[in-house]
């Protein structure tokens, strides 16, 4: 017998198979308290200001920055490219595609983590994916990326790498020397940009040939 | 190794020797093939040698069907398996020059470094050109970042754009699969080379 007629004879019925059984579905849609507490120790929501700022500053379409807090907030300052969906309309019917979808990644934000964690908690019990949640919130923002604060001579080299790529982004995205109070008027990402060095960051693996 | 680095119940230095391991076995079985000559992968194009495709194609489905039957088994999460990001715009782009590449040395990435690892000179030529490829595109990631990153689809399967179910879809692959292989082994007889 030819070999390609061999792994027809395999492949073909495993292939009817696969097509003629339903789809596993037994993974629970919802999460139950208990993978809610779970995930919520292990804190997997928080991203770290330095990757979005990271993303901000490549411009990266893959995520959207989503203010939790409400609309004069919103208006008084936001991060580049943020959308405003206040906590109390998250249930609101026209929030649904932004928040259920598996395309991009959502971050809430807020001024500390405890509104944007709310919003994330309410999202994941409703087995929503791809949401996540602004480490520390703005107030971090302000004290990390733009105000980093020099590290002690004495810190390891990664304490100063993460300096060096805080001050950077901070540049690029309107920080730097302002006070943290005057930095609320800057919305323009469109400053000079200085060169930024990529923030350490978790690769995944990739496949080829 | 999927399952064991995502679980987090092997380190990233674990995976990474575990890669390298496999990289060897890989590559070993690429260059025990036959696959280190550019001969072999210029055949697909050429129709005289269609082998590349053949084991190409019958790793995918067997990776594919392997993947659903695991799933349908409550083996593995079929959510937890990493997809591509797809950029229309790069993936065009990215492919139409991949293909060219492919014709013109000879080579793909893994098969040129089995070939420049025992010794093959058109294959290091190749590698030379491949780092100056990465080169031209790091250097002037300013010029093309706009095209790099235009029409982002998330992270879309086949299956979710034509509305069918993920085993139909395998399916048709498989009928796809036996058809291409009925056709190369087709070529081969038509367009037959002595010596290569």
């Known amino acids: 017998m030819k070999p390609l007629q061999l792994l027809a004879i395999f492949i073909i019925p495993l292939g009817l198979i696969i097509a003629a059984v339903p789809q596993n579905k037994t993974k629970p849609y919802k999460l139950t308290a208990d993978q809610l507490l779970g995930e919520a120790n292990t804190r997997t929501q928080f991203i770290t200001p330095e990757t979005v700022a990271d993303m901000i500053v490549k411009k990266d379409p893959s995520f959207q920055l989503i203010d939790v807090r409400n609309q004069d907030d919103f208006e008084k300052f936001s991060l580049p490219g943020a959308i405003n969906i206040p906590v109390a309309d998250l249930l609101s019917d026209k929030y649904t595609d932004i928040l259920n979808q598996d395309a991009k990644m959502n971050i809430f934000y807020s001024n500390g983590t405890v509104t944007a964690n709310e919003a994330w908690m309410v999202t994941r019990q409703l087995g929503y994916k791809n949401n996540f949640v602004l480490e520390g919130g703005l107030n971090y923002w302000f004290e990390a990326i733009l105000n980093p604060q020099k590290p002690a001579s004495t810190s390891p080299d990664e304490e100063f790498a993460k300096y060096d790529f805080r001050l950077s982004a901070g540049k690029a995205l309107g920080g730097g020397d302002m006070p943290a109070q005057a930095a609320t008027q800057t919305q323009s990402a469109e400053t000079a940009k200085p060169a930024i060095m990529p923030a350490p960051k978790k690769k995944r693996a990739a496949g080829g040939c | ?196």
Do not use: H
Not at chain 2, 85 to 93: C, F, Q
Not at chain 2, 94 to 120: H, L, R
Not at chain 2, 178 to 191: I, R
């Open chain 2, 1 to 196: 190794m999927g399952p064991l680095s995502v679980n987090e119940l092997i380190s990233n230095n674990t995976n990474l020797f575990l890669a390298f391991i496999i990289g060897i076995g890989f590559g070993f079985v690429l260059e025990q093939s036959g696959f280190s000559s550019s001969r072999k992968l210029a055949g697909v194009f050429y129709g005289y040698d269609t082998v590349v495709l053949k084991v190409f194609f019958t790793a995918a489905i067997t990776a594919m069907l392997g993947l659903l039957f695991f799933s349908l088994f409550g083996w593995i999460d079929l959510n937890l398996i990493y997809i591509n990001p797809t950029y229309l715009t790069s993936a065009i782009v990215g492919g139409m020059i991949m293909g060219v590449g492919f014709i013109m040395g000879g080579f793909c990435p893994g098969t040129s470094f089995c070939g420049a690892s025992i010794g093959k000179i058109d294959a290091m030529v190749f590698i030379g050109g491949l780092f100056i490829g990465i080169l031209i595109f790091a250097l002037g990631y300013k010029i093309w970042d706009g095209m790099y990153l235009a029409n982002f689809l998330g992270f879309p399967k086949i299956s979710q754009v034509l509305g069918l179910s993920d085993g139909v879809v395998a399916f048709l692959m498989v009928i796809v699969a036996l058809g291409m292989f009925w056709v190369g082994e087709w070529a081969e007889k038509k367009f037959p080379r002595e010596e290569y």
